[in-house]
């Protein structure tokens, strides 16, 4: 059988493209991510991290879940974690474990809920130098994600992340509303997309 190409080059094709593509992409779970403040009473309780290699893009997947977690809107980009403390980062970057990432996004599969008080339903992900910050602790203005107030099935992408090596991911709150409040329900899941560096 012969093809014109839209160049007017005519070529052959010999045989046929036969067989299924079976099998599914597994993405192994990566322990020791995260810190203890964000580990919520939710269905996923822990952040779960989970990474894998497709199509030579290293693929990074961090479920979260807020039920339990706190927020105090005093103050934009305040650290959402537990009330009793403990280092709240779902995750830190590094280029051997990410890849130089070019695309994130942010999906949400539950809506945030309010537990007690009053919650935010406008979520962050902001990166910081410090290991150390906890609830209530300022983030920072530098932004992995800006969510606005995501609703279930719904999704935001960055397209230029301009990720700095070892900074660590803070789920933050982005209003000032004086938010105070136990979520009982949000969760989403954090892609990023990296890859090595090219010979």
């Not at 593509?21 to 020791?32: C, E, F, R, W, Y």
């Not at 997947?61 to 103050?75: H, S, Y």
């Not at 279930?152 to 105070?180: H, K, R, S």
Request: hydrophobic share 40%; charged share 15%; with cysteine.
């Amino acid at each position: 059988m012969s093809t014109r190409f839209p160049n007017g080059i005519v070529a052959d094709v010999v045989g046929d493209i036969t067989g299924d593509i079976t099998g599914d992409i597994v993405a192994p779970l990566v322990t020791g991510v995260t810190g203890a403040g964000v580990v919520g009473t939710g269905s996923f309780g822990a952040p779960k991290t989970y990474r894998r290699e497709q199509n030579g893009s290293i693929v990074t997947i961090i479920k979260f879940d807020l039920t339990g977690l706190g927020c105090v809107g005093t103050a934009a980009n305040d650290v959402i974690g537990l009330a009793t403390g403990g280092v709240a980062y779902i995750g830190r970057y590094t280029t051997a474990d990410y890849g130089i990432v070019y695309k994130a996004e942010l999906s949400c599969l539950e809506t945030p809920s309010e537990g007690t008080a009053t919650i935010t339903g406008d979520i962050d992900i902001a990166t910081n130098a410090s290991a150390l910050l906890e609830y209530d602790d300022a983030g920072g203005a530098s932004k992995l994600i800006n969510g606005g107030s995501l609703t279930i099935g719904q999704t935001v992408a960055n397209l230029e992340p301009g990720l700095t090596a070892n900074d660590y991911f803070y789920i933050v709150e982005a209003d000032t509303a004086g938010t105070t409040g136990v979520y009982d329900g949000g969760q989403f899941i954090l892609t990023l997309w990296g890859h090595a560096a090219l010979d």
